[in-house]
T-cell receptor
Framework: DGGITQSPKYLFRKEGQNVTLSCEQN?????MYWYRQDPGQGLRLIYY???????QKGDIAEGYSVSREKKESFPLTVTSAQKNPTAFYLC?????????????FGDGTRLSIL | SQELEQSPQSLIVQEGKNLTINCTSSKTLYGLYWYKQKYGEGLIFLMM?????EEKSHEKITAKLDEKKQQSSLHITASQPSHAGIYLCGADSGGYQKVTFGTGTKLQVIP
């Protein structure tokens, strides 16, 4: 079945540590996105990529980094510069075809501080 | 930047009752998406609206986009416990490169 796979489901970060969240899709979508969701809040855009080897900062990019070396993969690194990383992280992808297209979402990764 | 305001923030209804969730935009909506999320899970796509006055239905859920394309509503008829979750509206922004989301509406359905 086509879809988006995020791993791991749960992740713990120690002080001063960088951690990487994985996002893989087999939907052949060009565009991929990373969102952060805090309790009682909607989704806030961290980074997005419209094409391989290109990505743009979203609304809350500070303390995060991404890469897009393959169409299928868009990993997110939460660096030690992100002082409040505890949140639910969601990856999404969508087709860049004509007109509006809905996003497809993974099941999320919950990141906590140790 | 585009902002989406959802109301109410939370809703508790008795099984069998109807309910409506609203999503209001600060700018014209060119693509409006409704999603449902169960706690701790990803978002499930429900419906997409593009044209002013457009209305779509799926099972007991109906979504509408007003003529001015600045407000959308999601209506659930005869609610069931399976309808419980968080409903989020999202809208295309940044020249269709990004999607901005509302803050969500948490729905609880009491049997």
């Amino acid at each position: 079945d086509g879809g988006i796979t995020q791993s791991p489901k749960y992740l713990f970060r120690k002080e001063g540590q960088n951690v990487t969240l994985s996002c893989e899709q087999n939907l052949n979508h060009d565009a991929m996105y990373w969102y952060r969701q805090d309790p009682g809040q909607g989704l806030r855009l961290i980074y997005y990529s419209q094409i391989v080897n290109d990505f743009q900062k979203g609304d809350i990019a500070e303390g995060y980094s991404v890469s897009r070396e393959k169409k299928e993969s868009f990993p997110l690194t939460v660096t030690s510069a992100q002082k409040n990383p505890t949140a639910f992280y969601l990856c999404a992808s969508r087709d860049r075809g004509q007109g509006n297209q809905p996003q497809h979402f993974g099941d999320g990764t919950r990141l906590s501080i140790l | 930047s585009q902002e989406l305001e959802q109301s109410p923030q939370s809703l508790i209804v008795q099984e069998g009752k109807n309910l409506t969730i609203n999503c209001t935009s600060s700018k014209t909506l060119y693509g409006l998406y409704w999603y449902k999320q169960k706690y701790g899970e990803g978002l499930i796509f429900l419906m997409m609206l593009q044209k002013g006055g457009e209305e779509k239905s799926h099972e007991k859920i109906t979504a509408k986009l007003d003529e001015k394309k600045q407000q959308s509503s999601l209506h659930i008829t005869a609610s069931q416990p399976s309808h419980a979750g968080i409903y989020l509206c999202g809208a295309d922004s940044g020249g269709y490169q990004k999607v901005t989301f509302g803050t969500g509406t948490k729905l609880q359905v009491i049997p």
